[in-house]
């Protein structure tokens, strides 16, 4: 009987592959998800995203989140400023804090269209960080923390402006005024003592009564003032009280102003009290010869007895009554206003 021979493959190694098969139990590999609850995870995560993004919209219109504007997208004109000139000093000290440790309070402001904003509030802010800007050309100084605002109305904006400067740096009392004349100008408010009473409702009565003593000084001399702001508030409450009762007195101050074309705002208060107490001297000269007319008896007439020289009454000028008794002088009648009184201090001060 034949011996049998076991067949051998030609290739004995055919059986053997060059890449050992992958064992996928140990290489950690998640198992595969049903196609529902991938659907449902992945709506999950776009319905989170979609909350944040609605979240960070919220903020950002209410107020809530601060974001970093370029500064020429920042429109100062979009209110008449209440602040008219800055302080150099105060200025270069703002410049130098922000050079040091950056902008620590963001500037408040409204959108308008085609990616533009108005200013609010942070005029000193902004005008600082221009300055270092166009000092250094850092790239820092380039935009501008800020915080978006929603005024209703063009009333609401005037009104943060006025509180945010009312803390921060006090405002002169020209200032005020102006402020006030200016937004009834825009149309923002149907009149003045409206406006008075809108901007500065924090404010005392008699403090809304000296801003309101401003506003003569405002309509008659703002565009021939260089340095308002510096006007100290007795010497504005006596050229306020003297432009409402003098008729030529607003001419005369701009022709002072004009001739003197002060540099300085000591050298612009110098010429203001200058031409207010040359307007008092004068008056008071007229008052006198007025009285001497007045006691000169007519052709013909009984001459009148002199009076007491220890006591008497007199009404020297319109709607103000004097009494004297030769220790005392009493003044009385409806001319007899808080701006009359300074002016008469003034004139006292300028003539002692």
């Known amino acids: ?33 049903a196609p529902i609850a991938q659907v449902a995870g992945e709506a999950s995560a776009a319905a989170a995203l979609q909350e ?12 809530r989140l601060i974001q970093a504007l370029p500064l020429d997208a920042v429109e100062v004109g979009y209110l ?72 209703e109305t063009a009333a609401e904006a005037y009104v943060a402006m006025v509180e945010e400067n009312e803390i921060r740096v006090g405002l002169s009392y020209y200032e005020r005024a102006r402020v006030a004349a200016k937004a009834v100008e825009q149309g923002v408010y149907g009149s003045e003592k409206e406006a008075l009473l809108e901007l500065f ?22 565009h021939g003032l260089r340095f308002a702001s510096a006007i100290p508030e007795r010497l504005g409450l006596a050229l306020s009280g003297a432009l409402e009762q003098e008729a030529g007195f607003a001419e005369d101050l701009c022709i002072a102003l004009l001739q003197a074309a002060p540099d300085t705002p000591e050298a612009e208060v110098t010429c203001l009290e200058a031409a207010l107490a040359k307007s008092a001297g004068e ?38 009554d004097v009494a004297f008794n030769g220790r005392s002088v009493t ?22």
Do not use: C
Request: hydrophobic residues 40%; charged residues 30%; positive net charge.
């Open 283 to 320: 008056k008071s000269l007229n008052g006198g010869l007025e009285t001497k007319r007045q006691a000169r008896p007519a052709p013909g007439a009984a001459a009148k007895p002199a009076p007491d020289a220890t006591s008497g009454y007199v009404r020297p000028v319109r709607n103000i």
């Open 331 to 352: 003044l009385t009648g409806p001319g007899v206003t808080e701006a009359f009184r300074e002016k008469l201090l003034a004139w006292l001060k300028a003539n002692a």
């Open 52 to 63: 944040l993004a609605g979240e960070m919209n919220r903020a950002r219109d209410e107020g």
């Open 80 to 151: 008449v400023r209440d602040r008219i000139l800055a302080d150099d000093a105060e200025l270069q000290v703002l410049i130098e804090s922000l050079k040091a440790r950056g902008q620590q309070t963001p500037i408040e402001v409204v959108r308008l269209e085609d990616g533009r904003y108005g200013l609010i509030s942070g005029w000193r802010r902004l005008t600082a960080l221009r300055k270092l800007l166009d000092a250094t050309g850092d790239a820092r100084f380039a935009t501008v923390q800020a915080i978006l605002r929603r005024p």
């Open 201 to 222: 409702a924090s404010a005392s009565r008699a403090k809304r009564s000296k801003i309101r003593s401003f506003l003569p000084l405002y309509h008659a001399l703002d």
């Open 1 to 33: 009987m034949a011996k049998r021979k076991r067949l051998t493959p030609a290739q004995p190694d055919y059986l053997d592959t060059e890449t050992p098969v992958l064992e996928t139990k140990s290489m950690g590999f998640p198992p595969a998800r």
